[in-house]
């Protein structure tokens, strides 16, 4: 599928944010080892679960994008932040199992340090929401121009 998507300005992260349902947003550092050490496994996740308009994974470099980073209260690296419909996410539920961050103890919206366990959880459960979402936009299309086909047949 997809590799990590380069953020380096507001307008690309708005952009991205606007256009697709779900975005993990991985901000790193080049000098910063533990964000070194994640990233293949990131851009395995990207690969494997990206949906276009549904899912994307995004990589923020925070001494290039000091403003993003800022504005999204980073203080540590790497942070995953999960965004749904261009906010923050209000938290998704990873199987069930609490990854105490985020609003509360059992919904995630932010995932701080190198953490392959959660980041895994995190991006499983969002690559089965993406794939339900894409499968409901295909269904919903045929309905669409069902609709339009009877509208045209009846006017």
């Known amino acids: 599928m997809a590799e990590p998507i380069k953020i380096s300005t507001q307008d690309e992260l708005n952009q991205l944010i606007t256009s697709t349902k779900y975005v993990i947003l991985d901000f790193w550092a080049e ?3 533990p964000c070194k050490a994640i990233a293949p496994l990131f851009a395995k996740l990207s690969k ?6 549904q899912l994307a994974f995004a990589k923020i470099d925070v001494d290039a994008s000091a403003d993003i980073a800022k504005e999204y209260g980073i203080t540590a690296m790497p942070t995953f932040v999960f965004v749904v419909d261009g906010q923050v996410g209000k938290g998704v539920d990873v199987q069930g199992r609490k990854l105490g961050v985020g609003e509360s103890a059992d919904r995630v919206v932010q995932i701080r340090g190198a953490d392959p366990r959660k980041l895994t959880l995190l991006a499983n459960e969002l690559g089965e929401l993406a794939k339900k979402g894409a499968e409901g936009s295909a269904e919903e299309a045929p309905k669409e121009e069902e609709k339009e086909e009877e509208a045209a047949a009846t006017a």
């Open 31 to 33: 000098w910063c080892g």
């Open 48 to 53: 494997s679960h990206s949906v276009p308009g």
